[in-house]
């Protein structure tokens, strides 16, 4: 995949946590700059919420 992406190249990616550190990683070890690689988590609701204080 190395030579076929082109370093100008603005990656878009939507998932889960996990699917997204794996592929933003990939596509950094690839050699495409941060700043290209835009990414939206998307997951169980329950990950989106905030915990609630006790008291």
């Given at each position: 995949m190395q030579n076929t992406i082109?370093?100008?190249?603005?990656?878009?990616v939507c998932g889960p946590?996990?699917?997204?550190?794996a592929v933003v990683n990939?596509?950094?070890d690839l050699g495409l700059p941060?700043?290209?690689i835009r990414y939206e988590f998307?997951?169980?609701a329950m990950e989106?919420?905030?915990?609630?204080?006790?008291?």
């Open positions: 082109d370093k100008n190249t603005v990656c878009y946590v996990p699917f997204l550190k990939i596509l950094e941060e700043n290209n998307f997951g169980p989106l919420q905030k915990e609630k204080a006790t008291v």
